[in-house]
């Protein structure tokens, strides 16, 4: 039997020993043997830091960025092959679309924010700089730098690709090199696609390794540069979380676990309203995909109790609906566990849901399974139950059936639906089916620090809306609690996870120096051209321009009145604006202000500036009167290069001061300009 290989210190090596066998959870025919025996796990710590960590580390984000949208599009080519061998996982179509698609989107996404949101740089700036002292000669900025160690993931069964990539996107992001472990019955799906990964040669020596069976002695060798992110069991992240080592070092985990899912159905939403078919649709959805193993699926149906049975009736026609059997086959709605032995623990776990709650759909080792044979495949009948007296029952908020299995508990109360939802004592996703947005935001409140995520679906967001169960790159992934206490994704703040902050003291010119970006109080540099006349690579953090003084007159506000239209009272009418607690009489338009500082700072002739895209964090500071004069300063703040596009994004930090040399206004102006090539190519 084949065994499937380790991918150690960029070498793929088999396992000592014949190792434990996995099947095919839908047919029971072995399918390969996973055994890392005898891998030398300090050698693969000390090669990630070494070569992986050294070479992600040389890379900007925006580089990182690149590289992840590589491999995105490169898997992407390559999808047909995981989609062939994830069914084998029990998984059906959909199920794959899920874990693969997801998967590669969630490197997309991440290849995006770490382009769009960070610098091409390596360093990431957290917030603008903190005050400290009265001259402003010493100043405070807290930085992002990669941690120089390695991230452990290890993974669930569930999502053999999705559960990869989605930790995998951040950390890559971070300029950290990764170990993967995926979970053993599913791991062929994940080492299948780590071969394809590696061949395309795209990721750097080191950055990543794959450990296909236990993971030996690694943690006694962890040290405080790295970072553990698990997804399993409550059990297990207990056990690692508590290991010495760990403890020892200090060493950064954050764990995503199980959790009791909770849907609630608001009062309104009774049967004959769109809100109560979406609720169907949205439960037999995730109880369904996955075969009910995904983390996020809905355990728990909190519903009102005057309309228990109702929903019961109708959960258990839509249910009846879904066929099981050999996801190969498209007519198969619902494929098989992942395992027989998942299938066993599904079994027993709802005999313990059984002691407190009836069940009124499924529960039968008798149902028909489409073109499979149901004695060798893990397939389970989608089990629904139903508990009367879910305030005095423990189980059923505690008990994870992993797989097609949720119950329903009625409530009378909105504080009864609220405190039967904390119940389950911290989850990674909770919703609430419901049109009155009243209701909406009193369970919302009451329930949402037990929650990582929530989602409130109605008949306007329903069609758009992208499900209880979907973790989205965007948003944070995790929950307190029972869900483990972690958070994953959420965009930038999960390429943060993988990064150390640091407070940074110093003079502003220091930290200009350090973090890239020009802070008040450091150098002005006055060029001898006007900075509109630089290309990007000529332009210096700190080249500066200071216009003269213009006055702004009643005809200049006047005029711009009657042009825009914004004959606001504070501009025109010199008594009302009088009584404006923050004017002493007519003052001249915000837009007035930033409008002349525009006419006072540009250089008007053919350059290598190619266009003002906006302006950021503009405040007005003092009011300026008709009789007042303003002039200009504009400071090269920040250059961000746009990857070869022949341009680059420079921020100004922009200062109008009155005739008082009083701060009147504040804001960065954003603009591209051409890089030396481009400059040059057009003249
Ligand atoms: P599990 O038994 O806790 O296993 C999870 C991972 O931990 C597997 O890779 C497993 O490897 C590994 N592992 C187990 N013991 C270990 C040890 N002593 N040292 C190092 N690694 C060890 O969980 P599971 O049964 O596979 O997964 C199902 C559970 O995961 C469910 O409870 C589900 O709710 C949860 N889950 C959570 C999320 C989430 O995002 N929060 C997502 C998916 C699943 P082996 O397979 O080789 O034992």
Redesign the pocket.
Known sequence: MMKLGNLAQDRWIEGDGTGKALSNAVTGEPIAN?TSDGLDFRAMLGHARKVGGANLRKMTFHERGDMLKALAQYLMEQKKQFYALSTATGATRADSWIDIDGGISTLFVFSSKARREMPNDHVYLDGPPEQLSRNGTFIGQHIYTSKLGAAVH??????PVW?MLEKLAPTLAAGVPAIV?????T?YLTELVVRRIIESGILPAGSLQLIC???GD??DHLNCQDTIA????????E??QQHPRVVSESVAFT?????LNASILGPDAVPGTPEFDLYIKEVVREMTSKAG????AIRRIIAPSSIAAELVEALSTALGQVSVGNPANREVGMGALASLG?RD?VRARVGDLAAEADIVYGGSDKFEVVDADASKGAFFMPTLLHCQKPMRSSAVHSV?A?GPVSTVLPYDTPDEAIELARMGEGS?AGSIITNDDAFAREVVLGTAAYHGRMLVINRHCADESTGHGS?LPHLV???PGR??G?E?MGGVRGIKHYMQRTAIQGSPETLSVIGHRWVRGADEKEPGVHPFRKTFEQLELGDTFRSGLREVSLEDIDHFANFTGDTFYAHMDEEAAEKNPFFEGRVAHGYLIVSFAAGLFVDPDFGPVLANYGIDDLRFVTPLNYGDSMRVRLTCKQKTLRGDSGYGEVRWDTEITNQKDEIVAQYDVLTMVATDAHWASVQ
């Open positions: 996973i290890i993974n669930a069964f569930n999502f559960g472990k995926p979970a053993s019955s791991a069976g236990g993971v690694l943690f698990f997804t399993g069991s409550k059990t297990t992240a056990k690692l764990a995503e676990t199980d959790s193993q995904k983390c996020t998942q623990e994870e992993f990674l973790p992934h995790g929950g869900a483990g972690g994953e």
